[in-house]
Structures are given as C-alpha cells and as structure tokens.
C-alpha cells in the first residue's frame, strides 16, 4: 500500500507518521487498499481546528472520510472508524447480495416440494 501524506499547518515527525501508517495497515486486514492519501489539517482560526481526511483506493468505489475535532488525536480516530464503517458494511452488502443469488435446486418444485417431472 502507498500512502501519501498532505500536512498543512503541523510539523509532524516520523514517529506520527508511522502511527498512522500502522492504524491503516490495520484497516488492510479488512479490505485490500492499494494506495491512501491522508490529509492533516491544522486552521487555528477553526471551532475545531484539526481536520483528518483520508482517502482509500480499493477495489470497486472508492472509500473516504473526513473528521474534525479539537485535537489531532480525536480527528484521526472519528475518520478511521468512520472508514472502518463503511468498509463493514460494504462487505455486509456484499454478503447479502451473494445469498440473495443462491438458486433453488434444478430438481425440486417450487411449490410441490416433490421431484419435477420432465414431460417429453
């Protein structure tokens, strides 16, 4: 996965940066992600100064997020479990539409419960 970071208004240091390469490297064990952008925001002259938004390239759509709150910390952590929704029920949809396709069996009656019989 190639995750590319956006950084406006912080410093961030590696170790932050590798924090939040890890909590998507969890998210990987829920979906394939292939490539993430992340963006962190710092605006002093915000209500709620820090804004996380994150970006998943997966398969089929596209999955994002984007969370602000008064720290960092509280941003990174609305969007990741917001992401970490979306990423569930996806694959219930998924899940749901793979039973729904479940064919009865070619022998049995819909209605008669008995054998069909073929008429020649």
């Known amino acids: 996965m190639q995750i590319?970071?956006?950084?406006r208004g912080l410093t961030a240091n590696p170790a932050l940066r590798r924090r939040f390469e890890l909590?998507?490297?969890r998210l990987q064990s829920l979906i394939s992600i292939s490539a993430a952008a992340v963006v962190l925001e710092h605006r002093r002259d915000d209500a709620l100064p820090?804004?996380?938004y994150i970006s998943l390239a997966v398969p089929g759509p596209d999955i994002?997020?984007?969370?602000?709150a008064h720290t960092l910390e509280a941003a990174w952590l609305k969007v990741t479990e917001a992401l970490r929704k979306q990423?569930?029920?996806?694959q219930s949809r998924r899940k749901a539409r793979a039973?729904?396709?479940r064919q009865m069996p070619l022998?049995?009656?819909?209605?008669g419960g008995g054998l069909v019989a073929a008429r020649a």
């Not at 590319?4 to 950084?7: K, V």
């Not at 994002?64 to 602000?68: Q, V």
């Not at 990423?87 to 996806?90: A, C, G, Q, V």
């Open 23 to 25: 909590t998507l490297e």
């Open 87 to 90: 990423i569930e029920r996806r």
């Open 4 to 7: 590319q970071f956006y950084i």
């Open 107 to 111: 022998s049995t009656s819909r209605w």
């Open 99 to 101: 039973k729904s396709k």
């Open 50 to 52: 820090f804004r996380a």
């Open 64 to 68: 994002h997020g984007d969370a602000r």
